[in-house]
């Protein structure tokens, strides 16, 4: 069953065209990458399917209905959970807080439920976050603020709160940049993990292993084009990809 | 154990000195000015709570809370002498138009970005204060509006010092009770959320945009009835009751007390109420005295008196015992 359907997604910015004429399809229980140098437009496909960035043409559909031009939080509550390139926590709050909003955000917890002491909603939000910390194994330090946290625990902060939400898709951007090997090497047998629970994850990573390793499918885009589409041994051989991509990273 | 112990020992203390310690000393020095500057006190820990609320938890810089506590007052104040109702009236019905006004200013302005909103609100009291002053058919301008009779209830005469001083103290700790049970629990989770990062709570399935013009009528909505609880109390109110430098009062009793700290509100409120007062016997010392203690605390306590941390830690394990256990010790969460 195709879970997100993108077709034609184009994102202009002033001249610039971000997202040229995008199409892909992602079915429910897949794991699949995205890669493409430095400004290809990875970021922003991300940013048009999850709400936070209007479409300039084109259409996105998940789980059959149209989601775009849908305000960005009610894309969330239909499955959408995501991360982000550059680490967004909410650092004056515990971690559980951290984690917590993401189950409320999806619960809808509002100020009455508060008032009244709601002991259903509190307790599915309560569950919903301590499970979420335990898979990514901070459920020890769920006090501590998540400021004092170190670098490479946040991501899995962001990877937790975006799992609060139990998501029907989760999008990853860039989980690994900043991390090294043996973190990198952890964090892929975690996706890997996820993905086999029933996870459907799309991912952006740089890191052109991981991606080949844990992804049964590849996307390239290069300029905002999509160049690549298939088995990652297919794009890895594909002539326009390593003129584009893979050429530019061996540079690097 | 006996941590909660110890908290609830706190709580309970609060409650004596408000409703015995502070009523049985009033009385033993029997001057009545001195329940007038006990009134102001808590009326002011209500205006912090409220902001608290609004500037504290979701990180919306408001500069024109007056304004709010204003329109309670005056809508408290002529509901009163035009229509000759009772404070179990008017109270709410300050509230409500307080938080009214608070929803429709939000409205439009929920949309801009931190020192933008900021100066909208600015905006937004400046202009309620000149309609409070110039208005003068409705609110008798500078000449300000006295309210004969304001503490008559159910036939009750509460116009004495003690009766008057617990229809505030109690209205106060309802108030107060109602923000504790919105800062502290999940609810609050996610309009700290807004203070850190409204865009991420946005992709987390949060209506950002609701909530803020929630927190806002809220706040309004208890600035409303801190504004009527001192028309009644006072028994007459005039515009500069309300003007940008109250607004200011009140966001430095929230920022010595701490930001996001509801025990802060309250304790920045008393101590920049009483102080003051304390200091009377200094004569005009006493103005720069209160200057040296805010910039003081500002420098070598950031956080506040009472820090966001603590007074979280404090309210959800111990106050209202609402973080439940599981069978392996493990915390469950706000009930
Ligand atoms: N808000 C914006 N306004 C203007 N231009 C933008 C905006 N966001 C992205 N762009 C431009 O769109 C292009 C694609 O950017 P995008 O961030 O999507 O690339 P990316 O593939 O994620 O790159 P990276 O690997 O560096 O993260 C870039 O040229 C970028 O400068
Ligand atoms: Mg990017």
Redesign the pocket.
Known sequence: MTLLQVQGATRR?GG?I?VDNVSMDVAAGEIVGVI?P???????LFNLISGFTPLSGGEIRFDGARIDGEKTFAIARKGVGRTF?NLRIFPNMSLFDNVSVGAIGMLGAGPLSSLRRDTKVATEIAERTWTALERVDLAREAHTLAANLSYGKRKYLEIARALAMAPKLLILDEPAAGLNDSETHTLAAFIRDLHAGGMTVLLVE?NMALVMSICRRVVV?ASGRKIADGAPDAVRADPLVLESYLGVEEEA | MSDRFRARLIAIGFLALVFVAAPAALTAFGKSYYWQVADLALIFALLAGSMHLVTGVAGLLQLGHAAFYGVGAYAAALLATKAGLSLAFTLPLAGLSAATIAVLVALPTMRLVSIYFAVATLAIGQMLYLIMLNWVEVTKGPNGIMLFSGMKFAGLDLSRPLPTYLVVAATVCVSLFVLHRLSHSYYGNALRALREDDQCADAMGVDTVRLKIEAFGVSGFFAGVAGALWAHTAGFISPPDFSFQTSILILAMVVVGGLGSLPGAVLGAFILILLPEALRPFGDFRNIAVGVVLFASILFVPKGLIGEVSALDFARRQLAGAWRRDGAGAEIGWR
């Open positions: 910015f610039l971000a493409g430095n400004g290809a437009g990875k970021t922003t390139q740089h885009l």
